[in-house]
C-alpha cells in the first residue's frame, strides 16, 4: 500500500511545533484541509491512547469528518495518530488499529530550526494526489501559524519584560500620578519611606488631587510675614510688582502706595522676604513636598492676595509654564481664617484625572500668543459636573495650607461681598531639578537654598 512522506524544516523550537499538534486552540488555526475551509469542532485527548475527532465545513459547503486516536506521544520528539477521513459524523469511539496512520517526527538541528517528517500510511492509490496536495497545503498553513505563534509569543515576552510608561499622561507627572501608585504607597510605607501618619495624606492626594495640612505654618510666622508686607507699601522697591487690572486690561507695574487699596495681588514676594521663604517653607509643607517629589522642592512663583479674585475655573498646566508639566504643585496658604462669601478658593475633587486638554493638539501649557480660550474654559468646566466631582469650597482657618495637584480644577467663588477680605499666599512649586519656562527666556535669581531643605527662585523684574 503507498505512503506518503514529507520533510520539511520550520524555524522553530521542537516544542512549538509539537505543540501545534497536539493543542486544540494551535489546531483550530491551521488544520484545515484546503483553502476557504473551516474546522467547525474538535476534540483532541492530549495523551497516550486519547480520541481526536475533528469536524471541517469545506469551502464548497460540504462537511468532512475524522476521528480515530493518539497512538503514540514522545514530546517533543514524535507523535503518531490513527485517523479515518469520512463524509458523514464518525464516532468517537471504535476499532481504530486498522486505520491509516499519520506519523509525526522531529528532529532540531539549531535550538529554533527543527525538521519535520511526516509520514502517512495505509491510503489507496486512489486518494495519493489528493493526500499530497492536502499535506502541502497543511504544512504551508502550520508554517505561517508557527511564525504567528512566534511573533505572538514574542510580543508576551516583551509585555512581560517591558512595562511601557506606567504615567497616566505622556507628558509623565509624579510617582502619584502612575497607574501603580497605590502599590508604590504601599511599598513606601513598608520600607519605611513614608511613615504611617503619610498614608492617608497621600491616599487623599491619589484619589482627589489635593491635600489639606491643618495649621501648617504658625501665627506667629505669619504675623511676622504681615509685618514685612505692612513695610513694602514705604519702601520703594522697582523689582517687586503688583498685577492689577484697569479697563478690563492687565496691568504690571513696581510696588507703590496708591495700589494698596485697590484689588491687586503682589508677585513673588517670597524672592524679596525672608518672612515670605520662612511661610512658604514650613517644615510640614516641604517635608510633604519632598516626599512627593522624591527631591527637594522649589518654589519658583508666587501670589500675594488681599481679596478673592473670582478667577474662571481652570488647570495650572495651561498657564504655568515648567519644563515637566505635571511635576509642578501649588500651595494656598491662609494668612487669616477665611469666610464664605469672601470669594473662596474652590475646587472640583478628583479633577485632576480630567481627559487631558492639549493646546494646539500637542502640548498640556497654553502658548503666550494664543488668542482662543473658550475650547479650554468649556472643557474643565463643564467635564468634571458631567462626571459627578464635587465642587468643594475651601474655607481654612489662618495657617492651613492646601496643597494640589498641576492638573486640580480650581478657581474663585464668584461674587465675593464688597471689602471682605481673603488674605492668601499662593506658591507654585517643582522639583529643583524641573526648570520654570522663564529661567530660558527672562532674567531671573537663579536656583537659591531657602530653608528646611527646600529652594527657591523667581522672574527678576524692573
Given at each position: 500500500m503507498p505512503e506518503i512522506q514529507v520533510s520539511r524544516r520550520f524555524s522553530a523550537s521542537p516544542e512549538l511545533l509539537f505543540a501545534a499538534w497536539i493543542d486544540p486552540e494551535r489546531l483550530r488555526r491551521w488544520?484545515?484541509?484546503?483553502?476557504?475551509?473551516?474546522?467547525?469542532?474538535?476534540?483532541?485527548?492530549?495523551?497516550?491512547?486519547?480520541?481526536?475527532?475533528?469536524?471541517?465545513?469545506?469551502?464548497?459547503?460540504?462537511?468532512?469528518?475524522?476521528?480515530?486516536?493518539?497512538?503514540?506521544?514522545?514530546?517533543?520528539?514524535?507523535?503518531?495518530?490513527?485517523?479515518?477521513?469520512?463524509?458523514?459524523?464518525?464516532?468517537?469511539?471504535?476499532?481504530?488499529a486498522g486505520l491509516p496512520q499519520i506519523k509525526i517526527a522531529l528532529r532540531p538541528e539549531t535550538?529554533?530550526?527543527?525538521?519535520?517528517?511526516?509520514?502517512?500510511?495505509?491510503?489507496?492509490?486512489?486518494?495519493?494526489?489528493?493526500?499530497?496536495?492536502?499535506?502541502?497545503?497543511?504544512?504551508?498553513?502550520?508554517?505561517?501559524?508557527?511564525?504567528?505563534?512566534?511573533?505572538?509569543?514574542?510580543d508576551a515576552f516583551f509585555k512581560r519584560?517591558?512595562?511601557?510608561?506606567?504615567?497616566?499622561?505622556?507628558?509623565?507627572?509624579?510617582?502619584?500620578?502612575l497607574r501603580n501608585a497605590e502599590t508604590l504607597?504601599?511599598?513606601?510605607?513598608?520600607?519605611?519611606?513614608?511613615?504611617?501618619?503619610?498614608?492617608?495624606?497621600?491616599?487623599?492626594?491619589i484619589e482627589k488631587g489635593y491635600v489639606v495640612l491643618e495649621g501648617a505654618v504658625s501665627h506667629k510666622t505669619i504675623n511676622r510675614f504681615m509685618r514685612d508686607y505692612d513695610r513694602i507699601w514705604d519702601e520703594r522697591n522697582e523689582e517687586l510688582f503688583v498685577e492689577y487690572f484697569q479697563d478690563g486690561e492687565v496691568l504690571f507695574h513696581p510696588i507703590e502706595p496708591r495700589f494698596r487699596k485697590e484689588p491687586?495681588?503682589?508677585?513673588?514676594?517670597?524672592?524679596?522676604?525672608?518672612?515670605?521663604?520662612?511661610?512658604?517653607?514650613?517644615?510640614?509643607?516641604?517635608?510633604?513636598?519632598?516626599?512627593?517629589?522624591?527631591?527637594?522642592?522649589?518654589?519658583?512663583?508666587?501670589?500675594?492676595?488681599?481679596?478673592?479674585?473670582?478667577?474662571?475655573?481652570?488647570?495650572?498646566?495651561?498657564?504655568?509654564?515648567?519644563?515637566?508639566?505635571?511635576?509642578?504643585?501649588?500651595?494656598?496658604?491662609?494668612?487669616?481664617?477665611?469666610?464664605?462669601?469672601?470669594?473662596?478658593?474652590?475646587?472640583?475633587?478628583?479633577?485632576?484625572?480630567?481627559?487631558?486638554?492639549?493646546?494646539?493638539?500637542?502640548?498640556?501649557?497654553?502658548?503666550?500668543?494664543n488668542t482662543v480660550f473658550t475650547p479650554f474654559y468649556e472643557h474643565v468646566r463643564d467635564l468634571?459636573?458631567?462626571?459627578?466631582?464635587?465642587?468643594?469650597?475651601f474655607t481654612p482657618k489662618k495657617g492651613d495650607v492646601l496643597l494640589w495637584h498641576a492638573d486640580l480644577v480650581h478657581g474663585g467663588a464668584k461674587n465675593p461681598q464688597p471689602n471682605k477680605t481673603r488674605k492668601s499666599f499662593v506658591t507654585h512649586w517643582c522639583p529643583k531639578d524641573v526648570d520654570p519656562e522663564y529661567s530660558e527666556t527672562l532674567r531671573w535669581s537663579g536656583?537659591?537654598?531657602?530653608?528646611n531643605g527646600a529652594y527657591y527662585c523667581h522672574k527678576r523684574r524692573g
Open positions: 488544520f484545515v484541509p484546503e483553502p476557504g475551509g473551516v474546522l467547525e469542532d474538535l476534540c483532541v485527548e492530549a495523551e497516550l491512547g486519547g480520541r481526536l475527532r475533528f469536524d471541517w465545513r469545506l469551502s464548497d459547503g460540504r462537511e468532512l469528518h475524522a476521528h480515530g486516536v493518539l497512538d503514540k506521544l514522545a514530546q517533543p520528539w514524535s507523535l503518531s495518530m490513527r485517523l479515518q477521513l469520512g463524509g458523514e459524523a464518525l464516532p468517537l469511539e471504535g476499532d481504530e535550538p529554533q530550526l527543527t525538521e519535520l517528517t511526516l509520514t502517512h500510511h495505509g491510503i489507496s492509490e486512489d486518494e495519493l494526489a489528493g493526500f499530497e496536495d492536502s499535506w502541502s497545503f497543511l504544512l504551508n498553513a502550520l508554517d505561517k501559524e508557527l511564525s504567528e505563534a512566534q511573533a505572538d509569543e514574542r519584560v517591558t512595562r511601557g510608561n506606567l504615567h497616566r499622561s505622556r507628558f509623565g507627572g509624579l510617582w502619584p500620578d504607597l504601599e511599598g513606601k510605607l513598608e520600607c519605611g519611606l513614608l511613615a504611617a501618619k503619610d498614608e492617608q495624606l497621600f491616599r487623599h492626594w491687586h495681588k503682589i508677585l513673588d514676594f517670597h524672592g524679596y522676604s525672608k518672612a515670605a521663604r520662612q511661610m512658604i517653607c514650613s517644615r510640614a509643607i516641604v517635608s510633604f513636598l519632598s516626599k512627593l517629589f522624591e527631591r527637594p522642592p522649589m518654589a519658583f512663583q508666587s501670589l500675594l492676595f488681599l481679596y478673592g479674585t473670582e478667577q474662571e475655573m481652570h488647570q495650572d498646566t495651561a498657564f504655568v509654564p515648567v519644563s515637566s508639566p505635571l511635576e509642578f504643585v501649588g500651595s494656598w496658604i491662609a494668612l487669616e481664617d477665611i469666610q464664605p462669601g469672601t470669594g473662596e478658593l474652590q475646587y472640583y475633587e478628583g479633577s485632576h484625572r480630567l481627559p487631558e486638554f492639549l493646546w494646539e493638539g500637542r502640548s498640556r501649557t497654553m502658548p503666550k500668543d468634571p459636573p458631567t462626571l459627578g466631582m464635587d465642587l468643594r469650597k536656583k537659591l537654598p531657602a530653608m
